[in-house]
């Protein structure tokens, strides 16, 4: 069964940082997409940032030249690095794994992130 756990969320002010972390287990790590989707009271779900497993990256026009995705393989983790943090960036944060091959997807409990003005 595929799990996923994130953690690293938590309040920080406007400008600061934080690093999200998501642990897989499983055993098909290596063989799937991983990706950070957020979601704010009231919105829908989006798209933060994905990563495949060659490490071609992806991102949200509202994030890029801010945030970082990257895997360790190793690890069985994917790792979201979140710079210069607006208010705008406050919401749950899911982790979510999808296979490449029939496009399955699974999610995280998400965290929380929340950035003070």
């Known amino acids: 069964q595929v799990q996923l756990v994130e953690s690293g969320g938590g309040l920080v002010q406007a400008g600061g940082s934080l690093r999200l972390s998501c642990a897989a287990s499983?055993?098909?790590?290596?063989?799937?997409?991983m990706g950070w989707y957020r979601q704010a009271p009231g919105k829908q779900r989006e798209l933060v940032a994905s990563?495949?497993?060659?490490?071609?990256?992806n991102y949200a026009d509202s994030v890029k030249g801010r945030f970082t995705i990257s895997r360790d393989n190793a690890k069985n983790t994917v790792y979201l690095q979140m710079n210069s943090l607006k208010p705008e960036d406050t919401a749950v944060y899911y982790c979510?794994?999808?296979?490449?091959?029939?496009?399955?997807?699974?999610w995280g409990q998400g965290t929380q992130v929340t950035v003070s003005s």
């Open positions: 979510n794994l999808r296979t490449v091959v029939t496009a399955r997807n699974y």
């Open positions: 990563i495949t497993p060659a490490s071609s990256t």
């Open positions: 499983g055993g098909i790590f290596r063989a799937v997409v």
